[in-house]
């Protein structure tokens, strides 16, 4: 099993960037999908977006589209959350997370491997 570990999280004004981090160790980091979700307090964990094997493609929520951008580099087993123009409801645990299906899943039952997570929060 892949061992995740995420970094970079912090707090932010709103309007400002960050640029999460996810190292992968234990498997072949090119062999999984890459995932980030996120959950705020009292709420269920939701997809941020993911992105495949090869990382010329990746799948965003509504939420972030065009205001975040998933990149991986596989040669330092990484995958990053660069996340601009923030906004208060962005604030949460972000996760990475690893998954072994075929396409890209947008729910936490596609992921088999999970961070233990950075929080995020942005202020207005």
């Known amino acids: 099993q892949v061992q995740l570990e995420e970094s970079g999280g912090g707090l932010v004004q709103a309007g400002g960037s960050l640029r999460l981090s996810c190292a992968a160790s234990?498997?072949?980091?090119?062999?999984?999908?890459m995932g980030w979700f996120r959950q705020a307090p009292g709420k269920e964990r939701e997809f941020v977006g993911a992105?495949?094997?090869?990382?010329?493609?990746?799948d965003y929520a509504e939420s972030v589209k065009g205001r975040f951008t998933i990149s991986r580099d596989n040669a330092e087993n990484t995958v990053y959350l660069i996340m601009n123009s923030l906004k208060p409801e962005d604030t949460g645990v972000y996760y990475c997370?690893?998954?072994?299906?075929?396409?890209?899943?947008?729910?936490?039952?596609?992921?088999?491997?999970w961070g233990q997570g950075t929080q995020v929060t942005v202020s207005s």
């Open positions: 997370a690893a998954s072994l299906t075929w396409s890209i899943s947008r729910t936490t039952s596609g992921y088999s491997a």
């Open positions: 234990g498997r072949t980091f090119s062999n999984y999908i």
């Open positions: 992105i495949i094997r090869s990382g010329s493609l990746a």
